[in-house]
């Protein structure tokens, strides 16, 4: 079993939540720690799939995950940003 571990947080294949989701929380976390901040871009889904060795489908299915918890918005041609947190 691969596990890719990010801050304590693990991407386990095997359990019993989506890849998909796991990586979208832990984006979302990076969001909210401060990592990520709005306006600027999130990693690309290239990135995506090399840092945790998934499939192409896996890293877009996170970044839509992501899109529709409202924390991101994607610009054509121009990538995937973190959007303007309101309290």
Known sequence: MY???YVGR????D?????Y??????IQL?????????NRPIPSEL??????????GT???AVE??????????VPQRGTFVSQQTP
């Open 3 to 5: 596990l890719h571990i």
């Open 65 to 74: 995950l992501l899109r529709d918890r409202g924390l991101v918005f994607t």
């Open 21 to 26: 989701v796991q990586i979208a929380d832990i």
């Open 59 to 61: 890293a877009r299915r």
């Open 30 to 38: 990076r969001i909210e720690a401060g990592e990520l901040q709005p």
């Open 10 to 13: 693990m991407v386990d294949p």
């Open 47 to 56: 990135a995506l799939q090399q840092e945790f060795g998934v499939a192409r």
């Open 15 to 19: 359990g019993p939540t989506p890849v």
